[in-house]
């Protein structure tokens, strides 16, 4: 039995490093597949409208700019609002321990008991768990609301994966503006967009059971609907 209740820590602990590194492959893909599709679908509107590959390029770095910068804070808001929303609940479950300990004990032992222990077994762990308070209200944390402290990004560090993966996505479709005119450049940059945001797609699925090639194919289907819709208003308002 005590193997059983090791393999268990085990997997959550296993689960928890999963959850970890999912977080920054998720930050990643992100930040690639949203400044492939936004920086396609400008440099794709501007291209219909402006016959000059001067004015697709500065629209494209200023989308790659303001969208990294977003894109980064946002990121980082959103990571440092998450982890204060863990930290004002952990806080809770410390008060609720330090006034109801016998009803918080008893949740422990419903929620043990729920996963199929009981007997001796069950007390040792309820004992066990509830012999230190912080163990005691992470536990309570994880079982109750799901969370887990480990599985917590950095703010810092998840706005800079998105930032950058940002920044360099949105760097593909702007590229072949660099070095032809907008008739040209539009074609290349379609196909070497197209062809990336599938790689990206495809690549998703890193951290997720969905099939590869759909992912891909997803990914893909976005980044054209958007590049579609912005050029053809490029052409219809570019053209009057």
């Known amino acids: 039995m005590a193997f059983t209740v090791r393999k268990r ?7 928890e490093i999963h959850a970890a590194g999912g977080s920054w492959v998720r930050d990643l893909m992100l930040g690639l597949n949203d400044g492939l599709v936004a920086s396609f679908a400008v440099t794709s ?7 000059s590959s001067h004015i697709v390029t500065m629209a494209g770095l200023a989308e790659m700019l303001g969208g990294t910068v977003s894109m980064g804070l946002a990121a980082f808001i959103s990571a440092r609002s998450e982890f204060e929303f863990h ?3 952990i806080a809770r479950e410390r008060d609720e321990i330090e006034k109801w300990p016998e009803r918080e004990r008893d949740e422990i032992r419903t929620i043990y008991r ?22 005691w209200a992470n536990v309570m944390m994880r ?7 480990e599985a917590f990004e950095s ?19 702007v590229a072949p503006y ?14 070497v967009t197209i062809l990336v945001l599938f790689a990206v797609g495809a690549a998703k699925t890193v951290i997720t059971s969905r099939s590869w090639w759909r992912s891909g194919l997803e990914s893909m289907l976005s980044g054209v609907v958007a590049a579609s819709i912005t050029y053809a208003a490029g052409r219809l308002f570019g053209a009057r």
């Not at 996963?115 to 040792?124: I, T």
């Not at 079982?143 to 402290?149: D, H, I, K, V, Y």
Request: proline letters at 4%; zero cysteines.
């Open 9 to 15: 820590e085990y997997d959550h602990h296993t689960e």
């Open 45 to 51: 509107g501007i291209a219909g409208a402006f016959t």
């Open 87 to 89: 930290q004002s609940e």
């Open 114 to 135: 729920g996963k199929g222990f009981s007997g001796e077994l069950l007390d040792r762990i309820v004992g066990h768990i509830t012999a230190d308070r912080e163990r």
């Open 143 to 149: 079982e109750e609301l799901g969370f887990a402290s």
């Open 155 to 173: 703010p810092t560090r998840s706005a800079l994966t998105v930032g950058v993966s940002y920044l360099v996505g949105a760097a593909v479709p």
């Open 178 to 191: 660099l070095f032809t005119e907008p008739a040209r450049g539009i074609l290349a940059s379609a196909i």
